[in-house]
DNA sequence: ATTCAGTAGATTGTTGACAATCTACAATCA
DNA sequence: TGATTGTAGATTGTCAACAATCTACTGAAT
């Protein structure tokens, strides 16, 4: 007999759990700032838990390098330097070449149709110009783009370290507040090249062209910090 | 005025870390096998501890990867499947072709020395021929090798994520059993090659032979696996 | 004015107790 | 015999209270 979903939920999640999902989308979404303090308490009794719950999640996002413990002073939103930035676009190149390598040799042809279907999308948006609100309608696209490819690559390792590198670049864009400028569409013929290769099962050239991109993206991301910040 | 090191330990160390580091410890050294429960409660007195700290530091080892926990029935130190092996391999190649790259861009002299003073003593025990304990005595020997080859890299994100992976992989290896199989001294010559590499800056070369190593690794194990369990 | 010690409040670290759940075994019934 | 129900003990989930530490402020002394 399956067990329905409603029971499956209450019997895997704790309030533990809970807590850290919430918070891990509190930082992720950005209303929590790189640097912000997390009080106990205040968490605790805005979600209406104790404090052992939240203290049990702050340990867990903390090994996650979402957050940052200081004992006796607090727990903060971790802090991303451009140093350590630099670092982590380093790693994720890496893991993004093995990604297009692997997606290139497992792939199949309906996830091949939905990726390219995400591709014509960002098309459509960048066609659209600088329009206001072009960087957030292309975000998303972006995040399901590499998304469907690490699961094309079927290695669940893979994605799993592929996320926490994903989440720990975010807390940068965030700190920087650099969105907007990192997500201006120039690289929707990068996409468009990659689908193609990895459709043709051209291992190599995935590779390549997917560790290019990360390497371009950390580029242009440094290139819109350099200049002064625009109005918000 | 510099906080003295014992001062500044207290100042860091809660219990929590305490219970974590040990814990972490004791899976890592065998003391704690794969599929092992862990029960708070138990493990809270023999530390002198109460259970607050033991569950926190739970958190930390999942997030870590090192245990699963199911609500309601406890925690258990992971067990890595053939198949998780697998996958987590594909990524430990692509990490350890990344420090080849970096360690051959970055390298020091003195730390050139220090690595081939490893692959020497590593020469050694290889000399001695199939004396039981050499295996034991290799092991460490390749740790170092490649823990000073990711310092080289000078990549702390780098060297994070692969210490991690690094960890998963000893869980597979502690479940096998297979302990004594994958270290036996074959690759002394992989070793050797990899630090001329690596002196010569050779980035290419460097990254395709550590790729390599890791995969021929694999292999070696899957061999080892595949005879029949000698007696321990 | 500036520095310093001292204090009150806030916040974190740790603990023990209680409630909810699971596990193993005994008793019951078909 | 075998399956099922029902308990008792063990274990986990959650909470509230206490202790330790930090922070911010006050006021005195230089």
Do not use: C, W
């Not at 380093?90 to 309906?110: F, H, K, N, T």
């Not at 960002?122 to 995040?143: E, S, T, W």
């Not at 969105?179 to 459709?199: F, K, L, M, Q, Y």
């Amino acid at each position: 007999m399956a067990t329905p979903p409603a029971i499956e939920l209450l019997q895997q999640t704790s309030l533990t759990t809970l807590v850290q999902r919430e918070l891990e989308r509190r930082i992720l979404g950005g209303e929590l700032v790189p640097g912000a303090k997390l009080i106990e308490a205040e968490i605790a009794a805005e979600l209406g838990v104790s404090r052992g719950p939240v203290r049990e999640a702050f340990r867990a996002l903390e090994q996650a390098s979402l957050v940052r413990t200081e004992k006796n002073r607090g727990v903060f939103v971790r802090q991303v330097s451009l140093e350590e930035a630099n670092e982590i676009y380093e790693v994720r190149a890496a893991l993004e070449g093995l990604i297009g390598r692997l997606a290139a040799r497992r792939i199949r042809p309906e996830q091949v149709e939905k990726i390219r279907a995400v591709v014509k999308k960002m098309h459509a948006v960048g066609r659209r110009g600088g329009q206001p609100g072009d960087a957030i309608a292309y975000y998303p696209l972006n995040v399901e783009f590499h998304g469907l490819l690490v699961e094309a690559a079927r290695n669940r390792a893979l994605q799993a370290y592929y996320r926490r590198i994903v989440n720990e670049l975010d807390l940068y864009r965030r700190e920087t507040i650099a969105r907007s400028a990192e997500n201006i569409p120039v690289s929707t013929r990068d996409h468009e090249a990659i689908v193609n290769a990895v459709a043709k099962g051209d291992e190599k050239l995935a590779e390549r062209l997917l560790y290019e991109h990360v390497i371009e993206s950390r580029e242009r991301l440094h290139r819109a910090l350099a200049k002064p910040a625009r109005a918000a």
